[in-house]
């Protein structure tokens, strides 16, 4: 970053386009994150973070062309061929001989950009699966941050040649449809993938997967935001399920969690043994490290994701806890964690709640605020009921924020809304059976190498980031040399096919720009004066020395100029570049172009003048053809006369 550029404003840049956007891009690297948005300040003309801050305030269209500028998708078919291969004849294999025919196989592609990387793992998979038990038990959940790359990647649609490149003719014929030039992946296989957006540094993982493929998206992040998101991936992955990371990535920290299948290739298995592992949290400041007991565990982890906003105060009204729900609800953030009510901006804010929550701590009665308007940070404003009340037996108070604007809506969408919350208690009973499994148990290695191993890889990654975004800027600067190649093609037809007009032409053309500056000069003129088109171009015309009197000439081309005449004539006697005399006949006509006039276009025509009345004529022809009668050229026929000579 730019010595011009406070660091501080580019941090409350970050902590705004999380608060308004949800987008939490302060686990990124500051390097290529900073390059990336400075790019997009440039194409918008603003060099100063804080302005930048209100142009996405005062143009909300601006956070998707800046989100398309930071998240490069650098992508492709089978990329890295040696790795995917090492994949297909080993994992693949040992992930499919693992699983009982009624058991469904689940894939999880995180990061997957414009699909790329799904669809080649459906490939591989239905090839080794069959093509009826991959449709029968086959799931690949593809996720991305970017919504318009998923959007792209749903289509299944890519180049037949890049299609062919990656899988062979065979393959390609399988399992793509041809549309024009394109293949779109076959509809009855496409409805095992499904493709959402997921945010690996704040969404839970995918869990019971059999394989978790995030090749070169860790590279972006800061060391300590990738070992939250390998946790997660540890955590995601069923035991003895497998890793496959990109060539810029490695397990430097994390290798005691997973076992190395092919180092080369980037190639984990997860061990079947407790890791100690447990999924990253953000409750602030003051929350216990050292290992805890199962129950403990348990009631954080329910506490952490449960659906309803709550915040806990301790009994002197200090905010000891807050929810997932509640910081995103009320944009709550981890300075907020220790602070009294009172200092808290929630505080007054959907409600005043200083004088209810201090009525609680007193006299231990839970004390509701009903149909309490709330617009925060989403895009439509809700009703909540806030709860304040009393922790039994711990002396503080427990803030609940319930969200009940669902029902106002119509009966149908109450059983909706049922469903969902069905299917999402499946899946934390899922979930919490999972972690019953999970103890903490952190080993250290040697400081000092793990030092220099962290600095080497970060340095390898910045230095990959660098390469797709160089590669990025190299495929638009490809675009536009085709799109000047093309035009130079057409200046150049254009150029030829006037060239053939004026060559064409019987008679002499000369054309002459705005200030008598000659612009054109045809074949004829050659013949005629004697002068090369590339003596003359860009010549003053009434600096030129040739046989006709042009300051005759000065007149008629300056009222054309000036706009009183639109063409005219003039007859005056000339010699040619043979030095014989010629009558000319010069016709000046106005060049117009975009409707004003560009210049002056002049066409002489010369004959041959001679004092008894066709005895001269065969010598003029003769001169004309190249050639007298004799065989002798016209200029030896004029120097032999005594003539003027050329």
């Keep these: 970053m730019n010595d011009s550029h406070d660091y501080g404003d580019f941090g409350a840049l970050l902590d705004y386009l999380y608060e308004r956007r949800n987008f939490d891009l302060r686990g990124y690297k500051r390097g290529s994150l900073s390059r990336r948005i400075l790019k997009r300040m440039q194409a918008v003309g603003i060099e100063d973070f804080q302005r930048y801050t209100e142009v996405l305030e005062a143009n909300p269209g601006e956070f998707a062309e800046l989100f398309n500028t930071i998240l490069i998708n650098v992508t492709s078919l089978a990329r890295d061929r040696e790795a995917w291969d090492v994949l297909a004849e080993s994992i693949i294999p040992a992930i499919v001989d693992g699983k009982p025919p009624e058991e469904p196989a689940r894939i999880w592609s995180a990061g997957c950009a414009s699909g790329e990387e799904a669809y080649t793992l459906a490939v591989l998979f239905a090839e080794a699966l069959g093509e009826d038990r991959f449709r029968r038990s086959m799931k ?110 490695a397990l430097v920290t994390r290798r005691q969690i997973f076992d190395v299948v092919d180092l080369r290739q980037h190639i984990f298995r997860k061990d079947g ?63 907020e964690l220790g602070r009294h009510l009172r200092d808290a901006e929630f505080s007054v804010r959907p409600a005043d709640l200083r004088s209810p929550a201090e009525r609680v701590l007193r006299e231990r009665r839970p004390v509701t605020l009903y149909d309490v308007p709330w617009h925060g940070t989403a895009e ?15 002396g503080g108070a427990l803030i609940t924020f319930l969200d009940v604007s669902r029902y106002q809506h119509l009966q149908e969408e109450l059983e909706h809304s049922r469903r969902e919350l069905e299917t999402a208690y499946e899946e934390l009973q899922s979930t919490v059976e999972e972690l019953e499994t999970t103890n903490e ?6 400081e000092e190498v793990e030092t220099t191993n962290e600095e080497l890889h970060s340095t390898n990654e910045e230095l990959e980031t660098m390469n797709e975004e160089l590669q990025s800027t190299n495929e638009e600067l490809e675009t536009i040399n085709n799109e000047l190649r093309e035009r130079s093609a057409e200046v150049i037809e254009l150029n030829q ?61 300056r009222s054309i100029l000036a706009g009183r005449e639109e063409r005219g004539q003039i007859a005056e006697q000339a010699v040619n570049r043979r030095g014989r005399p010629v009558d000319c006949t010069v016709h000046v006509s106005c060049l117009v172009g975009s409707g004003e006039t560009r210049g002056v276009i002049l066409m002489m025509d010369a004959t041959p003048r001679d004092g008894t009345d066709g005895v001269a004529s065969a010598p003029v022809a003769a001169e004309q053809d190249g050639r007298s009668q004799d065989g002798r050229s016209a200029a030896d026929v004029t120097s032999a006369g005594g003539g003027a000579a050329d």
């Design 497 to 557: 096919f006037q060239e053939a007009i004026l060559g064409s032409l019987q008679s002499a053309v000369v054309v002459l720009g705005a200030e008598m500056e000659v612009r054109a000069w045809n074949r004829q003129a050659e013949e005629l004066w004697g002068l090369r088109s590339d003596e003359v171009l860009g010549q003053h015309f009434m600096n030129l020395d040739i046989g006709f009197p042009v300051e005759r000439l000065r007149g008629p081309i």
């Design 380 to 394: 439509e404003p809700v009703t909540l009921d806030i709860t304040v009340s009393p922790l039994e037996g711990q």
């Design 140 to 249: 690949i959940y593809a996720t991305d941050v970017d919504s318009d790359a998923l959007m792209a990647a749903r289509h299944g649609r890519y180049r037949m040649a890049d299609l062919v490149e990656a899988f062979g003719e065979e393959r390609t014929s399988r399992f793509f449809e041809v549309d024009g030039t394109d293949g779109v992946f076959r509809a009855d296989l496409r409805r095992a993938l499904i493709f959402g957006r997921h945010d690996l540094v704040q969404d839970p993982p995918i869990s019971r997967v059999d394989l978790v493929t995030c090749r070169n998206t860790l590279m972006y992040f800061t060391p300590e935001v990738q070992a939250r998101i390998l946790a997660s991936f540890h955590f995601a992955l069923n035991p003895g399920a497998y890793l496959f990371l990109g060539k810029a990535e």
């Design 441 to 446: 148990e952190l080993q250290s290695t040697n």
């Design 273 to 335: 043994s407790p890791t100690g592992i447990s999924l990253p949290t953000s409750l602030g400041p003051g929350r216990p490290k050292g290992p805890r007991k199962t129950t403990g565990q348990l009631a954080e982890a329910v506490f952490e994701h449960n659906l309803v906003a709550q915040v806990v105060l301790d009994a002197t009204g200090m905010i000891a806890l807050a929810n997932q729900s509640a910081r995103r609800l009320l944009s709550i953030g981890s300075a």
